[in-house]
């Protein structure tokens, strides 16, 4: 089947600009994840998702973020006020179950670069 | 806290020679996972291989091993005859168990040049 997308994916954005980058898990995954990835380094975990429920929001840098899974399928990040610190690559993952050890299936990733 | 390390920024190997990736890391847990990730140039992260820390046998892939060096706190990527299609960035990944989120731990990455 289908595997998980990400739109869009490029966005450029002035600093101050909100932006709202979308996940689509691969169908029937309950988990997903969101990661930061800045150039040349490893990602960082955001967030995590089971289900609608957000259980773990840990990694967000800031107030600034925010994630959202109204319907346990489809997700969004959102940042408002951008800043160049924001420029990064958001990739998202989803895996199978409830259990947190499957294997997680990563997107192509939305590459902000905030100006 | 847990940290990984990827020592080595880039590396480059003949097209059917072996090459080694290194990781190291640091973490207090007696229990987690290990992975390596592979992402190509502009393509989607995809999991190459994993390793349970409670397991002594090393996983291995078709042409991809590890080497799980618990005491020394070390999870090396050994590929065999390398293809062109293995030019990649490689991240070496962690997660403690029992874990409640799935949070991934990853390194900084190695760059993996495949030369013909």
């Known amino acids: 089947g289908a595997g998980v997308s990400q739109s869009p994916r490029y966005k450029v954005a002035k600093r101050g600009q909100d932006v709202a980058l979308r996940c689509d898990p691969i169908?029937?995954?309950?988990?997903l994840f969101w990661y930061q990835q800045a150039l040349g380094q490893g990602p960082e975990f955001l967030t995590y998702f089971q289900n609608e429920a957000q259980l773990d929001k840990s990694g967000l840098p800031s107030d600034r973020f925010f994630a959202e899974r109204p319907e346990g399928s489809v997700s969004t990040l959102k940042i408002q006020r951008t800043q160049q610190e924001d420029s990064a690559v958001y990739l998202c993952?989803?895996?199978?179950?409830?259990?947190?050890?499957?294997?997680?299936?990563f997107g192509p990733g939305t590459r902000l670069t905030v100006l | 806290a847990q940290t990984v390390t990827q020592s080595q920024p880039e590396m480059s190997v003949q097209e059917a020679e072996t090459v080694t990736l290194s990781c190291t890391y640091d973490?207090?847990?007696?229990?987690?996972?290990l992975f390596w990730y592979k992402q190509p140039p502009s393509r989607q992260m995809i999991l190459v291989i994993r390793q349970e820390a409670y397991k002594q046998q090393n996983a291995t892939e078709n042409r991809f091993s590890v080497n799980f060096q618990k005491a020394a706190k070390s999870f090396s990527l050994k590929i065999s005859d390398s293809q062109l299609g293995d030019t990649a960035m490689y991240f070496c990944a962690f997660m403690k168990l029992p874990s409640n989120t799935g949070k991934l731990i990853f390194g900084q990455g190695t760059t993996l040049q495949v030369k013909p």
């Open positions: 993952a989803s895996s199978l179950g409830g259990i947190r050890t499957d294997t997680q299936y």
């Open positions: 169908s029937g995954h309950v988990s």
């Open positions: 973490t207090s847990e007696n229990n987690y996972y």
